[in-house]
């Protein structure tokens, strides 16, 4: 029905003919504004009531439908317009990403003669971070200890983002980070990533998770340390030797002691492998898979003291008195290598400090002694001297203190719970990075223990006006005379210790610091006392 034919459909009785009249001739202009001016307010309102109430309507409904079936089809149509664009703008935006990720690729194969600075973690980087080479001013870097202040990490420049450029009227200023070398001949520069996209700084995850160790193929040469003197161990050693041999077919090396002691037992063991001189020693690394201990934290001090560089695995069994790096039983030997030679194990990462001492007649820092590595903890004392400790203390080129009094601890994070905490350290996780700074029986109270980061390097000197010498020892033994003038330098080793865990890492050294020293260990406060 059009809006024409609704006038004829109205009785006369209910509507006055010049109204309607009036009411057709403006629908046919067009104009509403007219029928309001020709009939009040009041009136036009009643009228539409009595119309409605009135007037038969019988196919409007179907017109109406059919405008509303139309109108969603169009809606449907522009969704899937604004989808289409959608998608469109997030695949630009994903192949603008892959080719600004393979220009980077290409930059920085251009750049040329830094291999002595790059290092495999560096070419992940690379897929994130724009390398640029800065001016000549800024070189000048040892050239030797991993990235260094001559290559120069910049983050990308961000462009507008047109969504919300009437929000933000200015962006974020570029700018670079690098690290630097201070050209310490013994510095031991290391370096922490450092991720910055679009002007903002996140440091990479450090290794604070749990780490792992699975084989990529089937261990086959086993090394024992044993505790000497020991009848208990001996029988152990001899029992867990055959078993290896027997079920698992492995290659067993032992020290040259033991490999006497087992021999002269029996000739059955004639299998056995040992060294017979220091350069054999030397090469254990390449041929040994797996270190076994049989004894307590000495003789796992002992086995890594016999690696100068990469250590192999190290399963401790607990044959001591304390345990703190030794958290297998003995009793259940078969199973716990087991678990190990089959992988995978959890293992932790236990830093050592790398010591040189430089005599004061020495031309330069480069004429040191043989560099020695320590697991625990590097003790300088007065020795036999009556007069108190006097030592000049500095973290790279920065002066830390003097210390006076009967010594200094300088102890990696698993010797934190050895002579460090004897002398009022804390005990650290060992997984920590980190070097701590200990003073014995300082004739000061403001003198508290430090922790201090990993990639420092520390100088203890004896000065010259020292009234007495220093003894320099190295996880208890080794002792070396310091007089006035000479200078231990300490810094973490590139070569940790990485021993297996029972359970992990964390959970290890929880037990071993309930078990062994009864940390934080009283009864308990009665239920029925007072309350409040």
Request: hydrophobic fraction near 35%; include cysteine; charge should be negative.
């Amino acid at each position: 029905m059009s809006l024409d034919e609704l006038p004829h459909k109205v009785s006369d009785e209910r509507v006055n003919h010049d109204t309607v009249t009036s009411h057709e001739s403006e629908i046919g202009s067009g104009s509403i504004s007219t029928v309001s001016s020709t009939v009040s307010s009041v009136e036009s309102e009643k009228a539409a009531y009595e119309f409605l109430a009135q007037t038969p309507i019988k196919s409007t409904d179907a017109h109406l439908v059919e405008f509303s079936e139309a109108m969603r089809t169009v809606a449907k149509a522009l969704r899937r317009v604004a989808e289409g664009k959608a998608a469109a703008q997030a695949e630009a935006e994903e192949w603008r990403r892959k080719y600004e990720l393979e220009m980077a690729h290409k930059q920085q194969r251009k750049i040329k003669g830094y291999g002595s600075c790059a290092n495999n973690e560096l070419e992940k980087l690379a897929s994130q971070l724009t390398l640029e080479t800065p001016s000549s001013d800024q070189a000048g870097c040892c050239g030797n200890h991993g990235i260094c202040s001559h290559e120069v990490l910049q983050d990308e420049s961000p462009g507008p983002n047109p969504r919300s450029s009437h929000k933000l009227v200015s962006r974020k200023a570029s700018f670079r980070l690098s690290w630097g070398c201070n050209g310490d001949k013994n510095g031991q520069h290391k370096h922490d990533f450092v991720s910055f996209e679009k002007g903002d700084i996140t440091t990479a995850e450090r290794s604070n998770k749990q780490i792992l160790l699975k084989w990529e193929s089937s261990p086959q040469t086993v090394l024992f340390i044993t505790k000497p003197n020991s009848n208990s161990v001996h029988v152990l050693c001899a029992e867990m030797v055959r078993w290896l041999k027997e079920h698992k077919k492995i290659n067993v090396v032992v020290e040259p002691r033991v490999s006497k002691e087992l021999l002269t037992e029996d000739s059955y063991y004639n299998f056995i492998q040992t060294w017979d001189d220091d350069e054999e020693k030397k090469m254990l690394h390449t041929k040994v898979d797996l270190i076994v201990t049989l004894g307590g934290d000495g003789t796992v001090l002992w086995a890594a003291s016999l690696f100068k560089g990469p250590v192999p695995p190290v399963v401790a069994f607990s044959l001591g008195s304390l345990g703190f790096m030794t958290p297998f039983p003995s009793e259940q030997y078969r199973d716990c290598l087991d678990n190990v030679l089959n992988g995978p194990f959890s293992i932790t990462l236990r830093n050592r400090l790398q010591c040189h001492v430089i005599r004061d007649a020495a031309k330069d820092e480069l004429e040191t002694e043989e560099p020695i590595l320590v697991l625990n903890e590097v003790t300088i004392d007065r020795g036999i001297s009556s007069y108190l400790t006097y030592l000049e203390c500095y973290c790279d080129s920065s002066f830390v203190t003097c210390v006076q009094g009967d010594g200094l601890i300088i102890s990696t994070t698993s010797g934190s719970t050895a002579y460090s905490l004897a002398a009022g350290g804390s005990m650290v996780h060992p997984q920590v990075p980190g070097i701590l700074f200990t003073p014995i029986c300082p004739h000061s109270l403001s003198f508290r223990p430090l922790i201090l980061p990993e990639y420092v390097t520390l100088r203890v000197q004896v000065p010259h006006n020292s009234r007495g010498q220093a003894w320099a020892s190295f996880d208890g033994k080794d002792r070396k005379l310091l007089s006035p003038g000479d200078a231990l330098i300490c810094s973490i080793s590139p070569w940790p210790v990485p021993t297996a865990c029972l359970v992990d890492s964390t959970t290890d050294f929880l037990r071993s610091i309930h078990e062994g020293l009864h940390w934080n260990l009283r009864k308990s406060q009665s239920f029925d006392g007072p309350r409040d």
